[in-house]
């Protein structure tokens, strides 16, 4: 099942937009390197028909992600559980660390935030996924398996 937060289908579709309108700006630019002349030997050509195509397969990749998401803020979900879109305060059973995690269906990349961002498709979202506050979950690292207490769920 393919999880997302609301705020995650936002981006989507923002995206898609984008994708969209840009979609319009590729053709224009092969209709000009067309009118450029001989097309076996036009780079720009070859080159806007190619980004047309990339363009196109990302649109259909995030409308087909829209259309079989589940969106989490859907659900009825329990106060004490994990599920996508929590900020959960999880503490390392050995060393005693506490630190901020974020279960979400797609990574923004972003290493400015608050919590740590881990997919549902990950070891860490599998062991945090459904898991309640109070409860140790054991998640399978490369680096060994570690276990987590679930202190609290922050949002």
């Given at each position: 099942?393919?999880?997302?937060?609301?705020?995650?289908k936002v981006q989507l579709e923002k995206l898609l937009s984008e994708l969209r309108a840009q979609e319009k700006v590729l053709t224009l630019r092969?209709?000009?390197?067309?009118?450029?002349g001989d097309l076996r030997e036009n780079a720009e050509y070859h080159a806007a028909r190619e980004d047309k195509a990339m363009n196109a397969a990302k649109m259909k990749e995030i409308e087909e992600r829209i259309a079989t998401a589940q969106i989490a803020g859907d659900m009825n979900?329990?106060?004490?559980m994990v599920f996508v879109g929590a900020v959960v305060k999880l503490?390392?059973?050995e060393g005693g660390d506490e630190d901020m995690y974020k279960?979400?269906?797609q990574a923004?990349?972003?290493?400015?935030?608050?919590?740590v961002e881990v997919t549902t498709t990950s070891p860490m979202g599998v062991a945090l996924m459904k898991a309640r506050i109070?409860?140790?979950?054991r998640?399978?690292?490369?680096r060994g398996t570690k276990r987590f207490e679930i202190v609290e769920i922050v949002l």
């Open positions: 099942m393919n999880f997302i937060t609301p705020e995650e092969i209709s000009d390197a067309r009118a450029l979900i329990p106060a004490d503490k390392d059973i279960l979400v269906g923004t990349g972003r290493f400015d935030l608050e919590y109070g409860e140790v979950v998640v399978d690292l490369p």
